[in-house]
């Protein structure tokens, strides 16, 4: 359940881009949607072992993901066109993503993990239940998938309702973010 239609039609759908056009795009944005999380962390992985000065590392595991998705690419491409494009660089990207995380663990002790995963689960469960609640609105107050201004409220019931239940579930980071908005709002 995702927005990868609607967005792709809001920016998109109108020329030459036909139905088939957007099927193909919005199944490749999701895809690659799903990766974004990862290609940002190995980012900061990869800086982190640049600053600790292991610029080796981070370039094997690169080659071995191209590899990887270069061999991903071929297998599933056939099975499922360009949206296997797009899985196969976040499937990648996910394994650099795992090996350099492993491996800085390794090299610096333990970082990070201590909750980090709960709030990532707790992150996850809030954007999968404001996207299901918003989708729901949408689908049953609309016939046509291309109605934008109905697009455009449930994705911003879907921001709002978000961060309503990450606020509800009280995540340290996001109760500091807040604070500092506050803090930024009022000039101090």
Known sequence: VSYSEEFITILFGRGAFDHQDLILTSGALFFYAIGIFMFGVNDILSKVFFALKNTKLPMIVAGIAMIINIA??????RVMGISGLALATTM????????LYI???????????EGIFGVFLKIIGAASVSTLVSRFILTSLMSDSESIPLILISLIINSLLYLGIISFMKIEEVTQLHKWIVVKLRGE
């Not at 991903?72 to 491409?77: E, P, Y």
């Not at 491996?103 to 993990?113: A, R, T, V, W, Y």
């Open 103 to 113: 491996k800085l663990n390794k090299e610096i002790g333990d970082f990070m993990s």
């Open 72 to 77: 991903l690419n071929l297998i599933l491409s």
């Open 92 to 99: 990648a990207g996910t394994f650099t993503c795992i090996v």
